[in-house]
């Protein structure tokens, strides 16, 4: 089956509101048709996302909006929170859940990324789950039973279905914001880990459907490298996300 790639920014803990608007609206005069053939996503941080929903057009636009966490809870007493619901009403139909700055500044467990995905596919939103080793784990020659231990319990509970439209980031933490990526082949071999786990919890056909993005300094200058790669179907971008020409660039670089 032929997945369609995607690119999805995440822009972080940047860009005020003014700022996000002039982002997503050179995003958008940028776009052409030729990347009809790619999925592209902007994850905008909560507050600007009402902003660049107006600008995306909600359902009209061709530039899908996601957000960057939520919390697994429908309403009610929890400061600070957002729920699925809400991202649903402004327009988002991604979530990324499981960064690891999430994971490392926030505490986000395995088991808090899981309560997240189920929480999300029940308002109809497609989570963005991040994985991903630290240095010593992969100099420890850890990274692929670290990753793998990750995405079973992200998934943990899903149906075959909700396996196959999911999406899965492989984010080296040691290549996040780094200018150091990981190699196209000990990325892809990793990937096509995650998808060979996909297919042994939930089947074939989710395990071909699932999209698998690689993220980690991933760059117009280097995603050439990326895109043969059998198991990568595009990328979450951080740094690289936050100029329109480099993320259409890179966006261009799928099709
Ligand atoms: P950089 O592209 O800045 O390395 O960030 C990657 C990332 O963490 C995307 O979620």
Redesign the pocket.
């Known amino acids: 089956m032929t997945r369609k790639p995607m690119i999805a920014g ?1 822009w972080k803990m940047n860009k005020t509101t003014a700022e996000a608007v002039t982002l997503s609206q050179d995003i958008s005069y940028g776009y052409d048709s030729s990347l009809d053939d790619v999925e592209l996503v902007l994850c905008p941080p909560f507050v600007d996302l009402k902003s660049v929903s107006t600008v995306l057009g909600f359902d009209k636009s061709r530039i899908a909006l996601g957000a960057q966490d939520v919390y697994w809870q429908k309403s009610g007493a929890f400061t600070g929170a957002i729920s699925p619901g809400m991202l649903k009403e402004v327009g988002c139909s991604y979530c ?1 859940v499981g ?1 690891s ?1 999430r994971r490392e500044h926030f505490f986000e467990s395995n088991e808090a990324v899981n309560l997240k995905v189920h929480a999300l596919f029940e308002e109809g939103i497609i989570p963005i789950v ?1 994985c991903g080793e630290d240095l010593p784990t992969r100099e420890a020659g850890e990274a692929l039973p670290f990753v793998i231990s990750q995405i079973k319990a992200a998934l943990e509970g899903l149906s075959v279905k909700q396996a196959g439209d999911l999406v899965i ?1 492989y ?1 080296p933490i040691w ?4 200018g150091r990526t990981a190699t196209p082949e000990a990325a892809d071999e990793v990937c096509a880990a995650i998808r060979q786990t996909v297919g042994e919890l939930f089947g074939g056909s989710a395990a071909s459907s699932l999209r698998v993005l690689y ?4 760059k117009p200058e280097n995603v050439s490298f990326f895109v043969p790669m059998p198991n990568i179907d595009g990328g ?5 996300a936050l100029d329109a020409r480099s993320f259409i660039d890179l966006a261009k670089a799928f099709i």
């Open positions: 995440n990324i960064h700055e991040c980031a984010e290549a996040i914001g780094t993220g980690g300094s991933m979450l971008i951080g740094g690289a």
